[in-house]
Nanobody, 122 residues
């Protein structure tokens, strides 16, 4: 079972990037993006469930948009208005059910990609 992210890179503050994720681990029930900055814990960024419902961490709401294409089993994260504090390794994750009420909790996700690096310079 694999998940593979792509689309990371280096941009200047205010720029945009679109991340993609696909692979055999794709699950229409629950998909999410997480990120981990150096010296910090991994945090949930955005999630999308089988009904198309989405959720975002407060720091990215209004700037990032999670979407998916179930026809080709691909998850996306459109990131606009990037800030230096968005610099991190970004991971996609999939899950088959909710184990907690916190939809961005790692406990809900059982397959993970290896990550793609996003670097935002000021």
């Amino acid at each position: 079972v694999t998940l593979v992210e792509s689309g990371g890179g280096s941009v200047q503050s205010g720029g945009s990037l679109r991340l993609s994720c696909g692979g055999s681990g794709y699950n229409r029930y629950l998909m999410a993006w997480f990120r981990q900055a150096p010296g910090k814990e991994r945090e949930g960024v955005a999630t999308i469930n089988i009904d198309g419902g989405t959720g975002y961490v407060d720091s990215v709401r209004g700037r990032f948009t999670i979407s998916r294409n179930n026809a080709n089993n691909t998850l996306y994260l459109q990131m606009n208005g990037l800030k230096p504090e968005d610099t991190a390794m970004y991971y996609c994750a999939s899950g088959a059910k909710y184990y907690t009420r916190d939809i961005l909790s790692e406990a809900n996700y059982n397959y993970w990609g290896h990550g793609t690096q996003v670097t935002v310079s000021s």
